[in-house]
């Protein structure tokens, strides 16, 4: 799978729990829908593209600071829980 088809896949699974987790629905929220729409455009206009290591990594900050504070509030909650969820994607991001 390409790199960045991976990022989105896992962007998506990690908003996706944390919304669940977080805000009681099971479909997303409007607020984690914009999120995850904003994430995954910022990701098809990434400069780095199949090279690029994941966003949090990353030396560009091409967030705006809400979107990035927002996304960190994601990525801090699921972190420890993606290996429950998906062991063998938490392994190879932890690999790469
Ligand atoms: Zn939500």
Avoid: W
């Amino acid at each position: 799978m390409k790199k960045i088809e991976n990022e989105k896949r896992t962007l998506t699974l990690m908003i996706k729990i944390y919304c669940k987790k977080n805000h009681n629905s099971n479909q997303l929220c409007d607020d984690c829908a914009e999120l995850l729409e904003y994430a995954l455009s910022r990701l098809d206009h990434c400069r780095y593209s199949e090279n690029k290591g994941f966003c949090n990594q990353c030396t560009t900050h091409c967030y705006t600071k809400e979107k990035k504070e927002a996304i960190r509030k994601v990525m801090r909650f699921c972190g420890p829980r993606m290996i429950f969820y998906d062991p063998k994607m938490v392994i190879k991001h932890l690999l790469s």
